[in-house]
């Protein structure tokens, strides 16, 4: 499966921002979904993720009740709305997709089989 991440770009703190990932290839019905980011010299870290087959959706403490992981699966879409946003969200975001991905591994990067190529997010103060 591809995948295109977009929406990316430079905000002020406190402004929202509206992330997607589109799939080519392969329908993303039966895949777990994924955003994590990278920001400069830091490790790629969690963000949220949404598992196909029991419907869960999971987020970093840091985003929780800001951040909203939704999928179209007619649009073979996935979303990350991203509300209240803080210079500490400035980071490099990327998609994710996986079809067999459990709980326990979903938060560690290197679990996830398919990634877009990234969507740079700026906020500035």
């Known amino acids: 499966v591809q995948l295109q991440a977009s929406g990316g770009g430079v905000v002020q703190a406190g402004d929202s921002l509206k992330l997607s990932c589109t799939a080519s290839?392969?329908?993303?019905?039966?895949?777990?979904m994924a955003w994590f980011r990278q920001g400069p010299g830091t490790e790629r870290e969690f963000v949220a993720a949404?598992?196909?087959?029991?419907?869960?959706?999971h987020y970093a403490d840091s985003v929780k009740g800001r951040f909203t992981l939704s999928r179209d699966n007619a649009q073979n879409t996935v979303y990350l709305q991203m509300n209240g946003l803080k210079t500490e969200d400035t980071a490099v975001y990327y998609c994710?997709?996986?079809?067999?991905?459990?709980?326990?591994?979903?938060?560690?990067?290197?679990?996830?089989?398919?990634w877009g190529q990234g969507t740079q997010v700026t906020v500035s103060s």
């Open positions: 290839g392969r329908t993303l019905r039966r895949y777990s």
């Open positions: 994710a997709a996986d079809q067999g991905i459990i709980s326990s591994s979903l938060r560690f990067w290197r679990q996830w089989d398919y």
């Open positions: 949404h598992k196909w087959n029991d419907g869960s959706t």
